[in-house]
């Protein structure tokens, strides 16, 4: 389809580039004009769109999660993450049936595109059901690698990466990953390293999440998660953390020689007690910063929104300095250094050639009101309810309270309710 969004003011997330009132145009799934109102312009459109004077910016990536999950959503809260992993998560898990997936896929698409989230790294299993999900709603989706000694053989991986890597359009890509130094056995990270190396790809995984896991690690090997790692030639081709809390000093130096991003989840790492990571010094040491939510087992939402406040306002705490981590540098993390993280330039702002991944954020509300600084609007005082439209490859996926999904609200809650019924009772 050719859209044009018209009447809007554009953050469009480039480098200098501040806010302007113009238009959009779309053409299949990528923007071809982002500037001024073009007068007389002869163009025919299959849709065109009022944005009302409203903001009209990149969408949110959410650059860590675990979608599925959501039938865990608080069911097993306020516990240790050794104990909530060991005895609730993993025995919940295996009954999860391939139906049980694709509604819980969907349930969490919906809360995505409520906050603004126009792709996710998903990290979970049954790859093709997520693959089924993404292509039939039309929602954006790299799929992360979830090796551990639990399930996966490093062929299926390999396989993996052929299959999903080869997508021209990237509504499915792939990374390459693994759980956890914790839950991985060292000739299975040897062969990951190999794999790297063999398609000069990055590796991501769950690292430095809590205090046990970093002295738990120093006790087997003599080092750190991030340098035992490091030792077998994990991150020879880049590659990324999730959630990097807690780092020795030799971490941080091999964080920034490998070119590694490290992707926060504030609130699940707060819920789960395992620290705050030291996001400012990251930044300051020119290390890429990315945001995700993690899953909704342990957050319990998927709100972009909650997760850009927690980035600023806690390092502000922890550091006792409150020009910390300001607003427009969480905006980039959200989206530009998202987008990167995950794989996909070409969604990281508006500008022509890029793709038609936007969110159209509702001004007239209470909360944005006055208009000063919309970007800081936005990070200290935004919410979901601001979130009017969000497009993804150029199709509307939700806007104004409706889902364009292929199935019904009603549906995918009743379903993800079944799913969760029957295993959890």
């Not at 409520?114 to 790299?142: C, L």
Request: with cysteine; proline share 4%; net charge negative.
């Amino acid at each position: 389809m050719n859209i044009r969004i018209y009447n809007v003011r554009i953050l469009t997330m480039e480098a200098g580039k501040g806010i302007f009132r113009g238009e959009v145009w779309v053409k299949g799934d990528t923007i071809v004009y982002a500037g001024p109102f073009v007068p007389d312009a002869e163009e025919t459109w299959d849709q065109e769109i009022d944005g009302q004077e409203n903001l009209l910016m990149p969408g949110f990536k959410n650059a860590h999660t675990h979608s599925a999950m959501t039938f865990l959503r608080s069911h097993a809260d306020d516990m240790k993450l050794d104990e909530w992993l060991h005895t609730r998560v993993f025995p919940a898990e295996a009954q999860l049936t391939g139906e049980d997936l694709y509604w819980l896929n969907k349930l969490a698409i919906m809360e995505y595109l409520t906050s603004g989230v126009t792709s996710v790294f998903d990290m979970y299993f049954n790859k093709p059901v997520v693959e089924r999900v993404a292509v039939e709603t039309g929602f954006r989706t790299v799929i992360c690698e979830s090796i551990n000694n639990f399930g996966g053989t490093l062929e299926e991986v390999e396989a993996d990466y052929k299959r999903y890597s080869q997508d021209p359009d990237k509504l499915i890509s792939y990374q390459l990953g693994f759980h956890a130094e914790y839950t991985t056995s060292k000739e299975l990270m040897e062969g990951l390293a190999s794999l790297s190396k063999k398609y000069k790809i990055p590796v991501y995984v769950h690292c430095s999440e809590t205090k046990k896991e970093v002295e738990e690690c120093r006790s087997r090997t003599g080092m750190t998660p991030i340098t035992y790692m490091d030792s077998l030639g994990m991150f020879a081709h880049r590659g990324g953390l999730f959630h990097g809390v807690h780092l020795d000093e030799a971490d941080f130096g091999i964080v920034k020689e490998r070119g590694l991003y490290i992707i926060t989840n504030p609130a699940s790492n707060l819920k789960l007690a395992s620290g705050i990571a030291p996001v400012k010094r990251y930044l300051d040491m020119e290390i890429p910063v990315a945001i995700g939510t993690d899953g909704p087992a342990s957050n319990n939402c998927l709100d972009m929104f909650r997760e850009m406040f927690l980035v600023t306002g806690l390092q502000k705490v922890i550091c006792d300095d409150p020009e910390a981590v300001p607003a427009m540098e969480v905006l980039k993390m959200a989206t530009v250094v998202g987008a990167h993280a995950m794989g996909l330039p070409e969604c990281d702002t508006i500008a022509e050639g890029k793709k038609a991944d936007m969110i159209l954020i509702d001004l007239q509300q209470p909360n944005m009101q006055p208009i000063q600084n919309i970007e800081k609007n936005l990070v200290y005082s935004g919410s979901k309810q601001n979130v009017k439209m969000t497009m993804v490859g150029g199709k509307v996926l939700y806007q104004d309270g409706n889902y364009y999904l292929g199935s019904s609200k009603e549906e995918i809650f009743a379903k993800a309710n079944e799913s969760a019924r029957r295993i959890l009772g």
